[in-house]
């Protein structure tokens, strides 16, 4: 009689995606012998494999599938088993912050017993930009006990293509269970040996691609940065407009001013990404062919000396260094600063001869045509210029004070006349009624004589003999008789004193008769 072994506490102890181990128990055949067991698993033809170990590895799995697994006790004649259920894991590849992809068996997984695994993992990495062969290929041998695997990190804009095999100890290597994943686009690099080529208005930008290897996107735009003190802007272009082959691409920056600094910025941008890194550089614009000066005017200042003058150019095109003069061809040397007063003054002419002078404005590559005029020189007899300049002048300052001048002259005789008569009047001789001096004279009262009418014309003067007391002298009536250009007070020499001031002077009853002190 034959006797069976049973078979009991079948479990998988290690499920992977195409790896699995699964261990059970048996209490023997009774006979002494080896037991065999025969595992058998998978779809119509089933798989079998036989062993004599209460233990399997089953390396030809298919990952993520549902398998029924069943164990059997090989005997002569019979056979009795236990079956087992289970689904291999998945192999999950995901994509990180920092562009780290995981390598990692799904849930699925399992490993109680902590049971270390060795997994070659195999990658293939593909460039997604058009413009690129970049293809990369490595094989890692690791070791876990975990669901992850391993951890790398990959290029960006890729397609990246993982495959894993599994085994225990020296085993045979399983069945590759793989997975793919595609990365995203990532920020450009540099753009590469950027140069500036100047123009007098414009600016030619050249440059080569970023070195990313492999590239991180599809580059489609570029952004090209000018800007200076005054203003700035900034051009989008297509990438596809900016090509010169090999890898170089160019842009011209018009519109700029002569002989200015700019500053130029290039980043490339990849699809889908407004934003990436930039290179920077500084260029200045050529200086163009300068306009004429403007007004120039050639005027002799002496026999032997010429003093130029003009007005600067309109279009300079650039910053002016210096002017130049020339007389008859030759290169004169001025003692002024000709960039600040535009002006010359020039020696060593020769009297009587003409002369050709010619200014020029230069900046720091190009002059402009020369503005020319003709100057003669007067003969050595003939004064100096300055000298009728400023004669005329000066007769210009007479003419406009002459009005003036001729106003105050007549208030001043005026004034000079009325003094005289005034002296004249203070100062003539006395007289009598018949005219004759020496009579007796009348001494002054405070009632009016007699005879004696009041002064029919009274003036107030004032006189240095009266210390400014006004006083109204008085005739008698003999001087009555006397024309109006001839009523005058004749009184010579005669002394007034001890007079108050009071606020009306009068002094009435004065006969002059002769030329004697009056007193009161």
């Known amino acids: 009689m034959t006797h069976v072994a049973s078979l009991k506490n079948l479990q998988p102890t290690i499920v992977t995606g195409t790896f699995v181990q699964l261990e059970w128990e048996s209490d023997g055949n009774g006979t002494g012998m080896e037991p065999e067991f025969e595992?058998?698993?998978?779809?119509?033809p089933e798989l079998r494999l036989r062993t004599h170990s209460a233990r399997a590895r089953l390396t030809d799995l298919q990952p993520g599938?549902?398998?029924?697994?069943?164990?059997?006790?090989?005997?002569r004649g019979s056979a009795r088993g236990i079956m087992v259920r289970l689904q291999t894991a998945s192999l999950r590849l995901t994509q990180s912050w920092g562009n780290q992809l995981q390598v990692a068996w799904n849930s699925a997984f399992a490993n109680p017993r902590a049971v270390r695994m060795m997994y070659?993992?195999?990658w293939n990495i593909t460039s997604r930009a058009l413009s690129s062969n970049y293809t990369f290929n490595q094989t890692t041998i690791v070791n876990s006990t975990e669901a992850e695997i391993m951890k790398i990190r990959v290029p960006y804009?890729?397609?990246?293509?993982?495959?894993?095999?599994?085994?225990?100890q020296k085993d045979e290597w399983s069945r590759k269970a793989c997975d793919s994943v595609t990365t995203q686009t990532g920020t450009p690099g540099n753009v590469r040996n950027l140069k500036i080529t100047p123009d007098e208005r414009s600016l030619r930008v050249t440059w080569e691609d970023p070195d990313d290897t492999p590239p991180t996107g599809e580059l489609d735009r570029v952004s090209i940065e000018v800007s200076n003190t005054c203003k700035s802007f900034t051009s989008l272009e297509p990438i596809r407009n900016l090509s010169t082959g090999s890898g170089k691409r160019f842009?011209?920056?018009?519109?700029?001013?002569?002989?200015?600094?700019?500053?130029?910025?290039?980043?490339?941008l990849n699809k889908g990404l407004s934003t990436s890194k930039s290179v920077s550089a500084n260029s200045r614009t050529l200086p163009g062919v300068p306009s004429s000066p403007r007004a120039l005017l050639a005027l002799p200042w002496s026999s032997t000396q010429v003093l130029l003058s003009w007005a600067p150019p309109e279009e300079p095109q650039g910053i002016l260094v210096n002017y130049t003069v020339s007389v008859d061809g030759k290169v004169g040397t001025c003692k002024e600063d000709t960039l600040q007063v535009h002006r010359c003054e020039i020696n060593g002419f020769t009297p009587g001869e003409n002369y050709r002078t010619e200014v020029e404005a230069c900046n720091r590559l190009h002059c402009s045509s020369a503005v020319a005029t003709e100057v003669a020189m007067p003969s050595e007899r003939v004064l100096p210029v300055?000298?009728?300049?400023?004669?005329?002048?000066?007769?210009?300052?007479?003419?406009?004070?002459l009005p003036f001048m001729l106003w105050r002259s007549k208030k001043l005789v005026d004034h000079l006349n009325e003094r005289i008569r005034l002296t004249e009047a203070i100062h003539a001789p006395a007289t009598n009624d018949k005219g004759r001096p020496g009579e007796e004279a009348v001494l002054a009262s405070d009632n009016p004589a007699k005879d004696q009418a009041p002064n029919p014309d009274p003036h107030e003067y004032d006189d240095p003999y009266t210390l400014g007391v006004a006083y109204t002298p008085q005739v008698n009536q003999g001087d009555i008789l006397l024309g109006e250009d001839q009523k005058q007070n004749r009184i010579?020499?005669?002394?007034?004193?001890?007079?108050?001031?009071?606020?009306?002077?009068?002094?009435a009853n004065i006969h002059v008769a002769t030329t004697c002190v009056i007193s009161r």
């Open 39 to 44: 595992v058998a698993w998978g779809a119509e």
């Open 65 to 75: 599938t549902r398998y029924s697994i069943t164990i059997r006790s090989v005997s």
């Open 120 to 122: 070659k993992v195999q």
């Open 157 to 168: 804009y890729a397609e990246i293509v993982v495959c894993v095999q599994a085994r225990r």
């Open 251 to 268: 842009f011209i920056v018009k519109h700029l001013q002569p002989d200015s600094d700019y500053a130029i910025k290039v980043r490339a």
């Open 386 to 401: 300055w000298i009728p300049v400023l004669l005329a002048f000066l007769l210009f300052i007479v003419l406009g004070l």
């Open 492 to 507: 010579s020499e005669a002394v007034y004193a001890n007079i108050l001031a009071s606020s009306e002077h009068q002094y």
